[in-house]
């Protein structure tokens, strides 16, 4: 997905804990839309150790926004 013209490109995370929150499925919908496209980088927590190495692979890859479908852990965690 190509930024619009006069747009900055932005590189985007989304980081998604299905065990958390209410248990929707909405992020792990979202992140199922989200894969493969250029300008995002997607990650699923099997298991909630994972969580500062997707970080740090984020941070390194220039993501420059994050995006957190989980609960209140994971936000705190990340914060």
Do not use: C, W
């Amino acid at each position: 997905m190509d930024a619009p013209a006069g747009y900055a490109k932005m590189t985007a995370g989304l980081i998604v804990n299905p065990r958390s929150g209410k248990g929707s499925k909405k992020g792990l919908a979202l992140a199922a839309k989200l894969a493969g496209e250029k300008n995002a980088v997607v990650r699923v927590l099997d298991e909630f150790g994972q969580l500062s190495g997707h970080i740090d692979d984020m941070a390194a890859g220039g993501v420059d926004t994050v995006f957190v479908s989980s609960g209140d852990g994971t936000v705190q965690a990340i914060l």
